[in-house]
């Protein structure tokens, strides 16, 4: 099993979840950092499991790890941002026992939202995926949904299309074994990037509502 960490300016963030992931004996085989920062990350001793990028942004981030995914021997991967961490053992256990091919995992915490099941609440932080998601509808939209914000969102909609899945639920007591970072919430861009991008978030949601085709070829 791979799991697939993207970071970006905060460091203790990272260390907090690799920290939680080794001390709960996680049965991960691979895991892989993509800093979208040139800094080195110098408190990591295997720098070989490190790729660093120059502000490229999350959803090129999560493209290159959908590709190595592929081309890798892994049947599953899950994509970590590095404000989740885990607080319990066997995390990887109760998404795996599920056949849905792609889960993500919810937070009702996080902006003081109702779990629906609908797509357009879907949050990024923290997913299980398999090949198969990726070979029916593809990357994530990197010309359209921009830098930063709702590529998730339209990411799992287009699964849900895809999939005839008009419920896109995280796994029951998923909160007992994942947490994200939630008081003193640090966002890892400046807030005058940050309220960028979120006023073009009503462009980007008018996108995915209107898009016609799944499949979304590699892109960085």
């Given at each position: ?23 709960h004996n996680s049965k ?69 026992e599920n056949p849905r ?120």
């Amino acid at each position: 099993m791979l799991l697939a960490i993207f970071t970006y300016n905060r460091p203790e963030y990272l260390t907090k979840l690799l920290y939680s992931l080794n001390y709960h004996n996680s049965k991960i085989t691979e895991v892989r950092i993509f800093n979208d920062s040139l800094d080195k990350l110098d408190f990591i001793k295997n720098q070989s499991n490190i790729e660093y990028s120059n502000r490229v942004g999350i959803h090129v981030q999560k493209n290159k790890a959908l590709k190595y995914f592929y081309d890798s021997d892994h049947e599953i991967m899950f994509m970590a941002e590095d404000d989740v961490y885990f607080i319990s053992k066997g995390w990887e256990d109760i998404y795996i026992e599920n056949p849905r091919p792609y889960i993500c995992y919810y937070n009702k915490l996080w902006g003081n939202k109702k779990e629906t099941g609908d797509p357009f609440q879907s949050q990024g932080a923290f997913c299980k995926i398999t090949k198969e998601v990726i070979d029916r509808i593809g990357y994530y939209d990197v010309k359209n949904m921009g830098f930063r914000g709702i590529g998730h969102l339209d990411y799992a909609l287009r699964y849900s299309r895809e999939f005839k899945e008009s419920n896109f639920y995280d796994i029951k007591d998923s909160n007992s074994y994942i947490k994200m970072i939630l008081d003193d919430y640090k966002h890892s861009l400046p807030r005058e990037e940050v309220l960028k991008h979120r006023r073009n978030q009503a462009k980007k949601i008018k996108i995915a509502r209107e898009r016609t085709l799944n499949y979304i070829s590699f892109s960085v």
